[in-house]
């Protein structure tokens, strides 16, 4: 079984590293910030303010669960 988990854990470090290493990529060749710093910055506004808005509810629902019973 640990060997099991090991293995596991190799693999889910090794695909998020792939994962992060893809979009970091792909915001490098978008140019996203530059290209809204030319234009009226609503939309990316709209988009932090939701990020944000999702984030915070993610963390009240964690603040607000109970702990499991026995």
């Known amino acids: 079984v640990v ?15 792939v994962a992060v ?24 506004a709209i988009a932090l303010f939701i990020g944000l808005l999702l984030a915070g509810m993610g963390g009240l629902t964690a603040l607000m669960a109970e702990e499991p019973r026995d």
Do not use: C, K
């Open 3 to 17: 060997l099991v988990q090991l293995i596991t854990t190799a693999a889910l470090a090794l695909s998020t590293l």
């Open 21 to 44: 290493t893809a979009v970091s990529i792909g915001f490098a060749r978008a140019d996203t910030l530059g290209a809204h710093a030319e234009t009226a910055g609503a939309p990316l």
